[in-house]
């Protein structure tokens, strides 16, 4: 089993920045492709970024490329989101996800095993 515990979000003044953290347990979460994902007001859950377990590979959505950073520090067990330039649009809960059958990173939700309660980011304009 993997708990999943998101961190970091807040209310910004768009141009701001935020990092989330997603805190893990579990010894094998080193071993997982690990995913962000965002569901704004009213809407469906949405990919942002993942990363492979080694780090190595990373994907974004298009909305989020030049402006997202995914990292990870398998040694803290923790996977982060360094979001700068945030816009109005990125308002959402966010949400931490590992997937434990990959070898590189999905940007789909339906492969995604363990999932976070989320953090709420807002961003005004």
């Known amino acids: 089993q993997v708990q999943l515990v998101e961190s970091g979000g807040g209310l910004v003044q768009a141009g701001g920045s935020l990092r989330l953290s997603c805190a893990a347990s579990g010894r094998t979460f080193s071993r997982y492709s690990t995913g962000w994902f965002r569901q704004p007001p009213g809407k469906e859950r949405e990919f942002v970024a993942a990363i492979s377990w080694s780090g190595f590979s990373k994907i974004y959505a298009d909305s989020v490329k030049g402006r997202f950073t995914i990292s990870r520090d398998n040694a803290k067990n923790t996977v982060y989101l360094q979001m700068n330039s945030l816009k109005p649009e990125d308002t959402a809960v966010y949400y931490c996800?590992?997937?434990?059958?990959?070898?590189?990173?999905?940007?789909?939700?339906?492969?995604?095993?363990?999932w976070g309660q989320g953090t709420q980011v807002t961003v005004s304009s």
């Open positions: 996800a590992a997937e434990t059958d990959s070898t590189y990173p999905s940007s789909k939700k339906g492969e995604f095993d363990y």
